[in-house]
C-alpha cells in the first residue's frame, strides 16, 4: 500500500509540474485520482472521455494527500480530483462540467484550478441535469486567498 501511494504521489507530482509541452484539444490528457468502488466518478471519466479528452484513472482506497498536494481546501473538497494537462497543469476537483473545462481550456486563466465542491444533485456524474444549478469555483492553491466564482451551471 505504501508503495501504491508513493507511486501516486510522484506521478501527481510529475502531472502538477510546471514543465509541460504545448497541446492542441486532442491530445490533452486528464489525469484522475479516484476510489475504485466511485460509480459517480466513473461517469465523470467516461464523459471526459467521450468529449474527446485522453483520460487516465489511478484508483486509490484514500485521496487525502492526493487532494492536499494539489491545493485542494476542505470547503472545495469533492470525491475525485483531476489534473488537466493543457501545455499548463490545472486541477479539476470534483463533478466539473465539460463546460467549465471547456472554459478553463480556451481562457487559461492563472489559477490552479476549479472545483466543484461535494457533490450536487444534477451534476456531471450525479444525474447529469443540465438545468441544475451550482458554482464551479476558482482557486489559486493559496489558503489566503478565496474561491471565486468561475462558472455557473445551469445559468441561461
Known sequence: ???????????????????????GQDAMTITVYKTPW???CQIWVEAMQSSGYDVKVHDMEDLT??????????????????????????????????????KLTSERPDIRGIATPGMPSGSLGMGNDP????????????AAEKPTVFYEAGKR
Request: aromatic share 4%.
Open 1 to 23: 500500500m505504501k508503495t501504491l501511494l508513493i507511486t501516486a504521489l510522484s506521478a501527481m507530482a510529475i502531472a502538477l509540474s510546471a514543465a509541460g509541452k504545448s497541446h
Open 38 to 40: 466511485c460509480g459517480c
Open 65 to 102: 494527500q492526493i487532494k492536499k498536494q494539489a491545493g485542494v481546501s476542505n470547503e472545495l473538497e469533492a470525491c475525485h480530483t483531476a489534473v488537466l494537462d493543457t501545455g499548463r497543469k490545472y486541477v479539476l476537483e470534483g463533478h466539473v462540467p465539460i463546460e467549465a473545462v471547456e
Open 131 to 142: 438545468n441544475a444549478r451550482y458554482d464551479v469555483l476558482a482557486f489559486t492553491g493559496n
